[in-house]
């Protein structure tokens, strides 16, 4: 599992077992002054009450405000609900969030996530809003573009956010095809935390944006060990959600 569980301060293990785990510190601080942007302004650290447990990224919409990530990281799957008081900070680094923190909302996953936990729909999208700023959050970070119904095997460029470290995890890799609607990647030091990562295509020199293919997630809630990971295939399916989440009211 690569989403830190909130409140309980637990993990669950593969076999099912509860394996304690300790509480992160609180909410790091905000920059005093907006500075250079990052080369991953587009990715960010999500937080439930300050406490640091997935990762996200900016997805163009027609509003400028739509973030993608794993379901797991905003519902918790059949039998329990979507999560709140998310925060996000994208373009986190050495423990400051330098275009300070943004309230998520709006939080939608697919029917089969609410019914089942299906792995195959470990998709979820959601809003991203700041009081008092002048300008969407895609204005200030830039975005990727949703990419789906691609190849399985392609180049890819991940990163993401594992917990206890305050900059971001970076891979170049390879997908390929593990079943009918998911991928897998190898990638080292990826590991708690490092849920909801962009899978992105052709990204960028400069902002490493580009097309984002998938998100780790899935299979194995994204992967038991820190060196492999998954995501659910960006199909029709993720395609329809993403159209539904970007008309929500």
């Known amino acids: 599992m690569r989403r830190t569980v909130i409140g309980l301060f637990a993990l ?16 790091p601080a905000v920059a005093p002054s907006t500075p250079a942007k990052p ?15 997935c990762t996200a990224s900016v997805v163009h ?16 799957g059949e039998g329990g609900g ?3 008081n998310i925060t996000f900070a994208p373009g986190f680094h050495d423990g400051v969030a330098p275009y300070g923190y943004w309230q998520v909302g709006n939080e939608l996953v697919a029917q089969g996530w609410i019914d089942s936990s299906d792995p195959n729909l470990d998709v979820g999208f959601a809003t991203a809003r700041q009081d008092g700023s002048p300008e969407p959050l895609e204005a200030v970070t830039g975005a990727n573009q949703l990419g789906t119904n691609g190849p399985f095997a392609r180049q890819v460029t991940v990163a993401g956010y594992p917990d206890g470290v305050d900059e971001v995890a970076t891979c170049e890799t390879h997908t390929q095809q593990q079943d009918d609607h998911q991928m897998r990647l190898d990638c080292p030091g990826f590991a708690t935390g490092t849920s909801g990562s962009p899978l992105v295509a052709d ?3 400069d902002t490493k944006t ?12 994204g992967g038991n060990t820190d060196d492999i990971s998954y995501s659910s295939y960006f199909d029709d399916q993720i395609a329809d959600l993403y159209n539904r989440a970007t008309t929500m009211p």
């Not at 580009?210 to 809630?221: F, K, L, Q, S």
């Open 39 to 53: 080369i991953h302004a587009a990715i960010g650290a999500l937080f439930v009450d300050g406490s640091h447990y």
């Open 12 to 27: 669950m293990s593969a076999s099912g077992t509860i394996v304690a785990c300790a509480q992160h510190a609180a909410e």
């Open 82 to 84: 979507y999560l709140s």
């Open 210 to 221: 580009g097309t984002v293919v998938g998100v780790i997630g899935g299979y194995e809630a």
């Open 203 to 205: 990204p960028a020199p």
């Open 61 to 76: 919409s027609p509003r400028g405000d739509e973030l993608l990530t794993a379901a797991h990281c905003i519902h918790d």
